[in-house]
């Protein structure tokens, strides 16, 4: 009962009422940042199972790995900007001008002639979605009341995991009935719709950063550290340019690979330097990125999103190129990897709060992951359907065991202000490592596929493979070499598993180094 003999409600519902929208502005609100989540759970998810078709179209199997890093990149380089950004400047403008950018980037990428053009769009939904992402909490604090925002929040992760598991089936069935257009396609009138909700809500409550509101714009862009963005982002595309050229375009003693790692290390160099520099205004605090914790769960969910955005990728090219299925069955064979993750994660998430640590988990990942990872490289042209199914709910259930344990240890070690800062450091690790890897993989990926074609199918032009699709030989070839050809497909897609393996080896690093706390026992 809240009655009250005074006839009065108690401060914090009076609170709300005052504070917080209500009635259609609050579902309006809530409806907007459902259809984010959608939009958001989708887009990362549903290109993996995309590849294929646009290797058909675009003819270019050495830019596979740039149609995902390229929106991770640009993702995890603008993240810490955006969170500077709305510290500075009102939420609701900030948001509906990333919201804005995310779909103009899945315009171009709908609409793209090119692969060049694909990939660029691609880039643009990263930089809107660097907006998006960390706005969409920055606009969930002004709509939910605190002691509701552990109820929406855990409604919030729910959506944008059923947005996730779906994707790979919905992209299979929008390819097969359509085209891979449809896929980004679908995501513009969700987009724009979204961005109408929002454009009409009513002002949002008295905003937490009221004084950093009022400085003029010299001190509003000074805050936000351009110099460091401006800084970091060239440092990682150079690391990444020569990754993927070295091995494959250039040797790695060529000059522009040189030139390209030399410009990665004295422009990471000079960044850590306007760091220590910048002082309360740096983009990435040296402080909070030099406790054990966080350096810890970095690695460790790095190499865990690194290694399901790699399997992601290049089963769902065993499955079209190499196996022939269609779209939408390779997505229904993506699935056990996905509800593996979401069903351990959820378990994780319960015992954790049973039994208040959260650091066994992570021994569940490194003993288990590379066990499923190590089976995924026994794979070959004639596996039958269970191997599939099992390695991959094995390897999904693995990694969400200790998937969100970085998040967990950032809020243990960290004051309730710093703990965001700690999440955005683990989100950003968790982004980047995907950007790396799947740039590293497809030089990998070339150069296994010409060294097993050749092996396989002597006398095959292994130059001509690399202008058609993943698809496409099953048309260029005859059936009396089309085995032996994916034969050769199938080697350099199990071989470029090893580098997941690998990763899951890693993991061990992290579950050492994590301190051993617990969440009933928050650390001051």
Not at 61 to 66: E, F, S, T, V, Y
Not at 376 to 405: E, R
Request: aromatic share 10%; net charge neutral.
């Amino acid at each position: 009962m809240n009655d009250h003999a005074d006839g009065q409600r108690p401060a914090n519902e009076v609170e709300d009422e005052v504070h917080y929208p209500h009635g259609v502005a609050l579902y309006s609100t809530i409806a907007a940042l459902i259809i984010v989540l959608l939009i958001s759970g989708l887009d990362i998810t549903i290109v993996a199972v995309a590849v294929p078709s646009l290797s058909d179209q675009f003819k270019s199997i050495a830019d596979i790995g740039w149609y995902s890093t390229a929106l991770r990149l640009v993702l995890s380089s603008f993240t810490f900007m955006f969170v500077k950004m709305y510290t500075v400047f009102h939420v609701k403008p900030v948001f509906l001008a990333s919201m804005a950018i995310f779909t103009l980037g899945n315009a171009v990428s709908t609409f793209a002639v090119s692969s060049s053009m694909f990939i660029v769009g691609r880039a643009t939904c990263g930089f809107g979605f660097a907006g998006v992402f960390t706005g969409f909490w920055a606009l969930f604090t002004l709509t939910i009341p605190l002691r509701k925002r552990a109820l929406y929040g855990g409604i919030a992760g729910g959506i944008e995991a059923v947005a996730s598991i779906s994707a790979p089936l919905l992209g299979g069935v929008l390819i097969d009935a359509f085209s891979w257009r449809a896929c980004f396609g679908l995501l513009l009138p969700l987009g724009g719709i979204a961005i109408l909700i929002i454009l009409f809500l009513p002002p949002l409550r008295a905003e937490h950063n009221a004084e950093n509101l009022k400085l003029p714009l010299k001190d509003k862009l000074k805050q936000m550290d351009l110099l460091g963005t401006a800084l970091f982002v060239p440092s990682i595309v150079c690391l990444l340019l020569a990754l993927q050229w070295a091995g494959t375009t250039y040797g790695w003693g060529n000059v522009r690979i040189v030139v390209l790692l030399v410009t990665f290390a004295n422009l990471l160099l000079v960044f850590g330097w306007s760091q220590y520099r910048a002082g309360d205004k740096e983009t990435l605090p040296i402080r909070i990125l030099k406790m054990r914790s966080i350096l810890a769960g970095a690695w460790f969910v790095s190499c865990c999103n690194s290694t399901l955005a790699l399997v992601e990728y290049y089963m769902s090219i065993y499955f079209q190129g190499v196996r022939g299925w269609t779209a939408a069955r390779a997505g229904i064979m993506s699935l056990p990897m996905i509800i593996g993750m979401t069903i351990s994660t959820l378990l994780s998430r319960a015992l954790t709060t049973a039994i208040g640590y959260y650091y066994p988990f992570l021994y569940g990942t490194t003993l288990l992951a590379p066990v499923a990872a190590g089976l995924l490289t026994s794979l070959d042209i004639d596996s039958n359907l269970a191997k599939l199914l099992c390695y991959q709910g094995l390897l999904g259930f693995a990694i969400g065991l200790g998937l969100q344990v970085p998040q967990l240890a950032a809020q243990t070690v960290l004051s309730e202000e710093e703990s965001t800062i700690g999440i955005a450091i683990v989100s950003f690790a968790s982004q980047i490592g995907p950007v790396l890897f799947l740039s590293a993989s497809t030089a990998l990926f070339q150069n296994r596929l010409e060294a097993e074609v050749s092996q396989s199918a002597p006398g095959t032009n292994v130059t001509s493979l690399e202008n058609m699709g993943l698809s496409d030989i099953r048309n260029h070839f005859g059936q009396d070499r089309l085995r032996d050809l994916l034969l050769g497909y199938d080697k350099a897609v199990t071989q470029t598993l090893y580098l997941p393996l690998a990763l899951t080896c890693l993991t061990v690093i992290a579950t050492v180094a994590m301190e051993r706390l617990s969440i009933k026992k928050k650390q001051s």
